[in-house]
């Protein structure tokens, strides 16, 4: 089902699988009258580079940046890709996609005209739409200043390994990946960076001095006091912003041992954190909206003729294979795939909107029947992410399109129960349960700083709130709290409890450097 209009027939862009850049051209520009005149898209100029087999690799090991510091870990992920790919065990991506202004376009020299197409539309329009107008994307990041920051950080990193020698710098980095998904703010408010004055900032921090050595770090830890004044605790956690999630953030602004440029590292980890932070909010959606307009995009360039029969069967097979979910016992099984999830949901929105069922004018009065599907689905794209999207849209008829349904697990009962079916009754409580695995704060522990020893060792103490009975895996909640104590520079302990039980306590110390 298309809401796309028709129209008279156009010459063909390009004739079998072979492209020079001026076929490049001619499949962009119709590409972008597709998706900007007959889908309603706004992007950001795009960029479009042509990379190799290697290169692609490379921007793999680098979590496809153009610029980025070195470490260690890029280089392992790198061979082991490398590895994987010259032996036939994994394929490459046709393409690779960076949020910014302009949006850079990595495109594959391997890939035939038609995945070019593909391309082009999938990343360089879908995406490309998604990240300019998707409201987490807006609040979170800076598009137009990610490219002259990581120069900045490249460069700091670089002249930091020069100063004070690479091992010293690895240390840093390694702890501050450790720690990289306990470095973000998760909600909106506050603490919002605008990239281009990074660097500005930097230097006024470094001239100016750390503001955070107050009388509270100036002292030397002693003796615990006999008996503390009432409110005492309250008014510590209070001026050291305690609770905290934002590992990252509080030892950056409060680690009694973190050298100037230490702390800058660390912000520098931090801050590609939060950039990265909207795409995993957004997977279903995100992939979602390629995937609906590159299938739409490609539809409607076969209809007015711009590619032939035979380049259309190429697409349908690459799409195909690209929402294709297979069943829980196959053994390709990996759980729901977020591009056939998300583009089942924009096509059904789509269907929703122009030929609704009665159940579905009930559901979704504001849009059911509305005979304009594209200013929905453009809202949704600019309004929603995954957790609130399938709140908000996922029908009873999709459902059962994908045959879904609610189990509970009880560890004191021996059966598995079935416990909500996609019928009238049970379709909500299999929606929210869906949607909750799509809520990465859910997905998570919940891990936060809740208070620091100030008058004795300080210790730095962490609470683990665990939820549905999920706890640490022991080896990596020690490995990952020795990290936390280097940067920390005075043992910390992690608490593992719920509102019953304490399950597990960790204790790590800071290790000597070398």
């Known amino acids: 089902m298309s809401a796309l209009p028709s129209d008279l027939s156009r010459p063909p862009l390009f004739t079998g699988a072979d492209w020079d850049f001026d076929t490049l051209e001619r499949i962009y520009r119709a590409v972008e009258r597709v998706g900007t005149e007959e889908l309603g898209l706004d992007i950001y100029p ?14 793999y090991a680098s979590t496809g940046m153009p610029l980025f510091y070195k470490h260690w870990s890029f280089g392992k992920r790198f061979l082991r890709d490398e590895t994987m790919y010259r032996k036939g065990w994994q394929s490459l991506a046709y393409e690779i996609v960076i949020n910014s202004d302009p949006c850079i376009v990595y495109i594959m020299e391997e890939n035939t005209a038609t995945m070019q197409a593909i391309v082009l539309a999938h990343a360089g329009f879908g995406h490309n739409h998604f990240f300019k107008n998707n409201y987490a994307f807006r609040q979170w990041t800076d598009a137009s200043g990610i490219h002259d920051y990581l120069a900045f950080a490249k460069s700091y990193v670089a002249s930091c390994e020069e100063r004070y020698g690479v091992e010293a710098v690895e240390r840093v980095l390694d702890a501050a990946h450790a720690l990289m998904d306990h470095g973000v703010h998760r ?15 930097e230097r006024e921090r470094r001239e100016h001095g750390e503001r955070i050595f107050n009388d509270l770090w100036r002292t030397v830890p002693g003796k615990k006091a006999a008996a503390r004044k009432p409110g005492e605790a309250e008014r510590r956690r209070a001026l050291l912003g305690l609770p905290e999630e934002n590992i990252l953030y509080f030892l950056e602004k409060t680690a009694p041992r973190l050298a100037p440029w230490q702390r800058e590292i660390v912000r520098i980890v931090r801050l590609i954190a939060q950039y990265f932070y909207p795409q995993r909010q957004t997977k279903v959606m995100n992939e979602g909206c390629a995937t609906f307009v590159h299938h739409r995009i490609m539809t409607r360039l076969h209809q007015t003729g711009e590619i032939g029969d035979g380049a259309f069967m190429e697409f349908l097979h690459s799409h ?36 609704p069922d009665e159940e579905e004018r009930r ?11 594209y200013p929905v689905l453009r809202d949704a794209w600019a309004n929603y992410r995954d957790e609130s999207f399938l709140t908000q849209f996922l029908s009873p008829r999709l459902m059962k399109k994908h045959r879904l349904f609610r189990i509970v697990d009880d560890e004191d009962e021996d059966e598995i129960a079935v416990a909500s079916i996609h019928d009238e009754r049970g379709f909500r409580e299999v929606r929210a349960s869906l949607a909750r695995q799509f809520d990465v704060s859910r997905q998570d522990p919940d891990i936060q700083i809740v208070d620091v020893d100030l008058e004795g060792d300080r210790r730095l103490l962490i609470r683990h709130q665990v939820a549905d009975g999920i706890r640490l895996e022991p080896r990596d909640a020690r490995r990952v709290l020795k990290h936390l104590a280097n940067l920390w520079g005075y043992e910390v302990r992690l608490v593992e409890a719920d509102e019953d039980r304490t399950y597990a306590t960790y204790d790590a110390a800071p290790e000597p450097a070398s």
């Open 320 to 355: 195909t294979n690209v929402v294709m979910q297979p069943d829980y016992d196959d053994r390709r099984y990996g759980g729901i795939n977020p591009y056939a999830l998300g583009f089942s949901m924009m096509e059904d929105i789509e269907r929703i909107c122009l030929d």
């Open 363 to 373: 559901l979704f009065p504001a849009f059911a029947g509305c005979r304009d599907p």
């Open 46 to 59: 795009n960029r479009i580079e042509v990379i190799t087999s290697e290169q692609m690799l490379d921007a």
């Open 187 to 201: 909600y909106h408010g506050r603490h919002h960076t605008d990239l281009r004055t990074e660097e500005k900032r």
